[in-house]
């Protein structure tokens, strides 16, 4: 669940593409203006969660209004589209299940329950750490091969091989924009992860078990 909204958020925060823009000067890469890259990553937004098959997206050159994107570019920025929306799926099905299973524990009312709950919280958050932790390394050590592997895992075609020295896609969001996005992802996610466990670990702290009255404490 945790992992999932982050990417959703990642997805359709400009921000994060604006500063991608910024931090590796996707206006020379590209040699469209700032402003007319800036409102392509709206529109990309926009795509992601609209019921688009196709985007289009024109931008002022010297020459005139001309496609920011060509036919490959288009076709995989479906394929990715699907792939967000395959995760977004996933990301409020988690969530809903989460939901319910919590406001059923509270339903029951009881400590035991509740303690059971925090419990299962604390462990779930730190084997997501652990997690990360692993992937953390692995990334660091060889953050390529993960990031062909994805691609060779997510996709079901090679569309994703782009040219960067003519391709607008990869130029605007080369391979060191997606490592510091998955950096991003992992770091928000152990983010929450550390903010849950603490809580859940608070919890059972201050509200320790509760031992069963004896015969002579219960009055019999």
Same mark, same amino acid.
């Given at each position: 669940? %945790?992992?999932?909204t982050?990417?959703r958020? +990642? =997805?359709?925060?400009?921000?994060?593409? !604006?500063?991608?823009?910024?931090?590796?000067d996707?206006?020379? =890469?590209?040699?469209?203006s700032?402003?007319?890259?800036?409102?392509? +990553?709206?529109?990309?937004?926009?795509?992601?969660n609209?019921?688009?098959?196709?985007?289009r997206? *024109?931008? /002022?050159?010297d020459?005139?209004?001309?496609?920011?994107?060509?036919? /490959?570019?288009?076709s !995989?920025?479906?394929?990715?589209?699907?792939?967000f929306?395959?995760?977004?799926?996933v990301?409020?099905?988690s969530?809903?299940?989460?939901?319910v *299973?919590?406001?059923s524990?509270?339903?029951?009312? +009881?400590?035991? $329950?509740?303690r059971?709950?925090?419990?299962?919280v604390l462990?779930?958050?730190?084997?997501?750490?652990?997690?990360?932790?692993?992937?953390?390394?692995?990334?660091?050590?060889?953050?390529?091969?993960?990031f062909?592997r994805? !691609?060779?895992v997510?996709?079901?075609?090679?569309?994703?091989?782009?040219? $960067?020295?003519?391709d !607008? %896609?990869i130029?605007?969001?080369p391979?060191?924009?997606?490592?510091? +996005?998955?950096?991003?992802?992992?770091g %928000?996610?152990?983010?929450?992860?550390?903010?849950?466990?603490?809580?859940?670990? =608070?919890y059972?702290?201050?509200? $320790?078990?509760?031992? $069963? %009255?004896?015969?002579? /404490?219960?009055g019999?």
């Amino acid at each position: 669940m %945790l992992v999932t909204t982050n990417v959703r958020w +990642a =997805a359709n925060e400009t921000r994060l593409y !604006h500063y991608g823009f910024d931090r590796y000067d996707a206006e020379a =890469a590209t040699g469209i203006s700032r402003s007319e890259l800036d409102r392509a +990553a709206d529109k990309l937004v926009r795509y992601f969660n609209d019921d688009d098959q196709t985007i289009r997206v *024109f931008v /002022q050159e010297d020459d005139g209004r001309v496609s920011l994107f060509n036919e /490959q570019e288009t076709s !995989h920025l479906t394929d990715v589209k699907n792939l967000f929306r395959t995760v977004f799926r996933v990301e409020e099905v988690s969530l809903a299940f989460a939901l319910v *299973f919590v406001v059923s524990v509270f339903i029951w009312a +009881a400590e035991g $329950p509740l303690r059971i709950l925090a419990r299962i919280v604390l462990q779930a958050s730190l084997f997501t750490l652990g997690l990360l932790a692993l992937f953390g390394v692995l990334t660091l050590v060889g953050f390529d091969e993960l990031f062909l592997r994805f !691609h060779l895992v997510a996709f079901t075609n090679d569309l994703w091989k782009l040219n $960067p020295d003519t391709d !607008h %896609l990869i130029q605007m969001f080369p391979r060191d924009f997606w490592f510091d +996005a998955t950096m991003l992802v992992a770091g %928000l996610t152990a983010a929450e992860a550390l903010v849950l466990a603490g809580l859940s670990a =608070a919890y059972l702290r201050m509200r $320790p078990m509760m031992k $069963p %009255l004896t015969a002579d /404490q219960s009055g019999g």
